[in-house]
C-alpha cells in the first residue's frame, strides 16, 4: 500500500456521517459513542483519503455475530485484539491500548474504524489530538507538513512512516493535554 497525502475535502464530514450511520446499525446498543477521529475529521487538514471511526464500547468483549453484522454492511471485523502504539511516560500495561479494529469491504467508502474500551487511554487519545488541531491552525498547518514529507519520503515504507509519524503524534499530544487543562471538556459518557 502507498501512503498519499490529499487536499483536505469537504466531503469527509459527509462521508462519516453515512458511516456513522452504518456502523449504528451494526452495533446498536453496544456503541457508547461513535466519532469522526484522525486526520479526515480535522477541516483544513492534510490526510490520507480514508475516514477514520472510533467506536467507543464498554467491553472489547464483542457478541458472535458482530462479524456477521459488520460485514453484511460492508466491513470486515479482523478476529485478532490489535494494539495501539503507547506514547513515552504512558502505562504500558496492554490491556490499556488494546482494541478491536475494521475496515471497510473493497469497492465502498475507504474507511478504518477503531473498536476501543470507553474511558481507556488509547479511546481518549485520539479524542483529544482531534479536539486540539481543531482548535490550533498553526498545529494543523505544521502537522500536515510533516505527513507530506513523510509520505514523500516514504510512502511504500509504512514501517518509516509511522516510526516517524507516531512520535510526531506523540509531541502533538503532549501540547494537546497542556491545552487540554483549560480548553477541552471531555465528553466520556460515565
Request: aromatic fraction near 8%; charged fraction near 25%.
Given at each position: ?6 487536499p ?7 462521508e462519516?456521517?453515512v ?10 446498543t453496544l ?10 475529521s ?5 490526510a490520507?483519503?480514508?475516514?477514520d471511526?472510533?467506536?467507543?464500547v ?5 457478541p ?19 494494539r ?46 482531534r ?28 514501517d ?14 503532549g501540547?494537546?493535554?497542556q ?12
Amino acid at each position: 500500500m502507498s501512503i498519499q497525502i490529499v487536499p483536505p475535502r469537504p466531503e469527509w464530514a459527509t462521508e462519516f456521517k453515512v458511516i456513522s450511520e452504518t456502523l449504528t446499525e451494526a452495533f446498536g446498543t453496544l456503541a457508547v459513542r461513535i466519532e469522526h477521529i484522525g486526520s479526515t475529521s480535522v477541516p483544513g487538514l492534510a490526510a490520507k483519503d480514508i475516514v477514520d471511526v472510533q467506536v467507543s464500547v464498554h467491553s472489547l468483549d464483542l457478541p458472535e455475530d458482530i462479524s456477521t453484522r459488520l460485514s453484511r454492511l460492508g466491513f470486515n471485523l479482523f478476529e485478532n485484539i490489535w494494539r495501539d502504539h503507547v506514547p513515552p511516560n504512558e502505562d504500558p500495561n496492554p490491556e490499556l491500548w488494546t482494541k478491536r479494529y475494521a475496515k471497510s469491504m473493497a469497492g465502498t467508502r475507504a474507511a478504518n474504524v477503531h473498536i476501543r474500551r470507553l474511558g481507556a487511554p488509547n479511546e481518549r487519545y485520539p479524542r483529544l489530538f482531534r479536539d486540539y488541531l481543531r482548535a490550533c491552525p498553526a498545529a494543523v498547518a505544521t502537522y500536515a507538513l510533516i505527513k507530506r514529507e513523510l509520505a514523500a519520503r516514504h510512502s511504500d515504507d509504512l514501517d518509516a512512516y509511522y516510526a516517524i509519524k507516531d512520535p510526531v503524534c506523540d509531541l502533538i499530544i503532549g501540547a494537546a493535554e497542556q491545552w487540554a487543562v483549560e480548553h477541552w471538556i471531555d465528553q466520556t459518557p460515565q
